[in-house]
């Protein structure tokens, strides 16, 4: 295939994929990977977020949307494996936003009888002493007090030669859990709250203890498949289709992190999670107050922002940098996703409560907190 016919096979594909989105209706095209909703009451939104794509240093798929009409979607500058700019079908590796999926599978085991928030983990693995009563509900509000095996490896581990056999993927889950169960706790369980992927490591183990299945597979029959998430994946390695730009390149294929940050997805699937999520289709009503029932700010794979009327949650790995934020949770929706090849290097703030600063100057230019600030301003 010539490369005029593929960037023409390219655009074709996701323009089908984004009217799918928007109740089949068509969508304007402003040039080269930018797509927008027509209809007036959008207007000075879409304007302004064209406009700060083409002059600024945006790097990026992007799709926003309510449940019924896809506002603006792009693809910005960073490259897919094919040599074409990103769209909104390029696939990322979506880091800490797998969690959401995680808490999706247990609120279905939930659903079902066969477990409940208030079992303790002890019950799944026996000879975990050190857990005590932490519960499951401790591990999805992230209030058991484990170490987090991947932001602090050296502790969790023990030693630095076995945090190099994590980072080659060489670890098992024997050796996984028998670190585990001998590294102290930081805090006693339920006591407050603490970021730590172990936790979803352990929910994503629990989800197979019962049903006797992958997560992988649990992932797809449960969610992908259903939904029509044709791009995305659990603990698969190679399909990653957008090119990163950081120097950690992609992440390995660490089956210790399902659960935790593996699964690999682009903005359309994104989307469909999300609108099935917060229109009941993925959980009934009580599982979805449970896994948005926030404490300390965390929830089950979401955080609540005291300022603003939104739920969120960022994902991070070597090379990736993603954000869901959803706007107005309870009301009439709006999703903003954010999906980047390129790590965020501490040098973004991801506060909402932040401005962006200095907008005129490229070495302080925040594009996550650019967008948002659009979004806000005609959304929110």
């Known amino acids: ?29 402003a040039d080269e990977n930018m797509w927008f ?23 990026a798929s992007i799709l926003i949307a309510t449940d019924e009409d896809v506002i603006f979607a792009c693809g910005a500058r960073s490259k897919d494996q094919n040599g074409e ?41 026996p000879d975990y002493a050190e857990a005590g009563e932490m519960t499951v509900f401790d591990l999805l509000h992230m209030r058991s007090g484990i170490v987090d095996f991947a932001n602090d490896a050296e502790v969790f581990f023990g030693d630095e030669e076995t945090v190099e056999a994590m980072e080659r993927g060489e670890i098992t889950d024997e050796i996984f859990l028998g670190r585990l169960k001998a590294c102290d706790l930081t805090f006693e369980p339920g006591s407050k709250m603490e970021y730590s992927n172990t936790n979803y490591v352990l929910l994503a183990m629990i989800v197979e203890q019962l049903t006797g299945k992958s997560f992988k597979e649990n992932a797809e029959e ?33 089956g210790i992190a ?11 699937d994104l989307l469909k999670f999300d609108r099935a999520f917060f229109n009941g289709r993925l959980v009934n009503r009580a599982s979805m107050d449970g896994v948005l029932d926030f404490v300390d700010g965390y929830g089950c794979g979401w955080e609540n922002s005291e300022k603003y009327d939104l739920v969120c949650h960022d994902g991070e790995t070597n090379s990736y940098y993603c954000l869901n934020y959803v706007l107005h949770p309870a009301g009439k929706r709006t999703y903003l996703l954010m999906l980047t090849c390129c ?19 490229e070495a302080e230019f ?7 600030d659009i979004v806000k301003k005609y959304l929110l």
């Open 85 to 125: 700019t990103v769209t909104p079908l390029s696939t990322f590796e979506i880091g800490s936003l797998t969690k959401m999926h995680t808490a999706v599978l247990i609120f279905k085991l939930i659903e079902e009888g066969r477990l409940a928030l208030s079992d303790k983990v002890t019950k799944f693995f």
């Open 222 to 254: 449960q969610i992908f498949r259903p939904l029509g998430m044709g791009s995305s994946s659990a603990t698969t390695f190679g399909d990653v289709t957008s090119v990163p730009e950081g120097e950690g390149g992609y992440m390995m294929e660490y």
């Open 258 to 268: 399902r659960g935790a940050g593996d699964i690999h997805e682009n903005a359309v």
């Open 366 to 372: 925040n594009q996550y907190q650019t967008i948002f």
């Open 1 to 29: 295939m010539n490369i005029k016919l593929m960037k023409h096979t390219i655009c074709e594909n996701a323009t089908k994929e984004l009217t799918a989105q928007n109740g089949a209706a068509a969508l304007g095209y």
């Open 37 to 59: 909703s027509e209809k007036p009451d959008y207007a000075a939104c879409v304007n302004e977020l064209i406009e700060t794509v083409r002059e600024r240093e945006i790097r």
């Open 343 to 361: 790590n965020s290097d501490d040098e973004e703030d991801e506060d909402e409560d932040e401005t962006a600063k200095a907008a005129d100057n």
